[in-house]
């Protein structure tokens, strides 16, 4: 069971990521978002880094709406912010969504330019992505996007919780190499029964409470909700 | 209670350090030998960070005894490598020692050069040395020197350990702004009782041990057993 951590998006690249089952983790909020998107009939998204691009996409496919945010606020322009709660299936059946956010979109792109295969995590699914990237059966790589280049606790947690899972579901125990897995395992152990405390522990997720979204905090943090596998092909997200 | 933690000896600079109380940790060795041998009545430490430096300084005061290490084995020509249990009291007693390490010694240097305020901190001493960062009553930096600019999990254990302390004694139970600081509290929590087993799951302590340096372990895990602070003033370590 080989596994490994990175902490923030920046720290991809093909070194640690090229043929390796990459799992990208930004729980608050894009990752979730993403999850709960494709989880109520999405039929696919497109993560881009910049407003400029997603606003080209949209110019090309006048149909695709257009969600993200920047100060976690919603973009002008856009249809959609990057709180999970207003990708609802009324709202989002059947549609493609471009989407762009300050860390996990660019946390994704970077794993798919460093030729991982990249899969979407987040609470939601972490069983069913644990599970999917054991089946993978190569080394699996846990991508947490980070705040602005730095180490968030809410994503290290998440990541625990899905090597976790993982060594639940495979039934090996053994701690990994890296310093950084063995500290999410054991963080992800302290708030498995408790993420959403993680969420008030952590300086973002302060900052959500803050702007009054703690009911995204309150959905990010259900564990286990989704059974889907986001993955990435193509430059687009599906299940 | 207002503190923070650094990962690695890189990231130490005057933003983050100058005018603070500024607590250097590198458990494996470099720290837990300053504060034995001191401990055993050495009667101070110089730091650097080359061998070259330590030769000159032989060369100008021929009485000094020249510890550190390089790749954890002793340097040629030294008197000493970096084994706590090298620094007994018949060896250091009212010497004065130049040492150099990988890490550590680097890590106190870049703390002086940021004009921070510098402690010397440990398991052995971690009681004591968080005693000694809230009398001074200014922001407390805990900087882990990481290994080769990597995160180093007996560091940022050892800081969770200290700062756990600090709460105790302080009465203060808030937790700080910095998710690396939240990370290393819990991650004190779930070590504080079994510091040995923190070496044994990472990669530095692992590799001590398969070097055949488990006694090393068991001596730096040894949480409270010195009661003394060591400090840096003009360039020494003294306590």
């Known amino acids: 069971l080989k596994y490994d951590v990175i ?4 720290c991809v690249d ?6 390796k089952t990459v799992v990208v983790l930004d729980i608050l909020r894009a990752t979730s978002t993403i999850v709960t998107a494709l989880g109520f009939g999405c ?8 407003i400029a691009e997603a606003m080209d996409a949209k110019r090309k496919q ?10 976690s606020l919603i973009i002008s322009g856009f249809n959609l912010g990057n709180s999970p709660l207003e990708y609802t299936q009324e709202t989002v059946a059947g549609k493609t969504v471009v989407i762009t956010t300050t860390n996990g979109t660019r946390a994704i792109r970077r794993a798919i330019q460093s030729k991982g295969d990249v899969l979407i995590g987040s609470l939601l699914n972490a069983g069913t992505v644990a599970e999917a990237a054991l089946a993978k059966g190569k080394e699996t790589v846990i991508v947490c996007a980070g705040t602005r280049g730095e180490f968030s606790l809410e994503d290290i947690v998440a990541a625990g919780i899905i090597i ?3 060594e639940e579901k495979s039934g090996e125990r053994t701690l990994p190499g890296s310093d950084l897995a063995v500290a999410a395992r ?7 029964a408790k993420p959403l405390q993680a969420f008030y522990d952590s300086s973002h997720g302060q900052k959500l409470a803050a702007m009054g979204m703690v009911k995204d905090l309150e959905w990010c943090a259900r564990l286990n909700s989704f059974k889907l596998v986001p993955f990435c092909i193509n430059g687009r997200i599906k299940i």
């Open 14 to 19: 093909e070194e640690n990521a090229a043929g």
């Open 186 to 192: 054991r963080l992800g152990e302290v708030y498995a």
């Open 43 to 50: 039929r696919e998204i497109i993560p881009v880094e910049t």
């Open 62 to 71: 006048p149909d695709v709406l257009l969600g993200g945010e920047r100060d």
């Open 7 to 10: 902490a923030t998006a920046d």
């Open 164 to 166: 976790k899972e993982m």
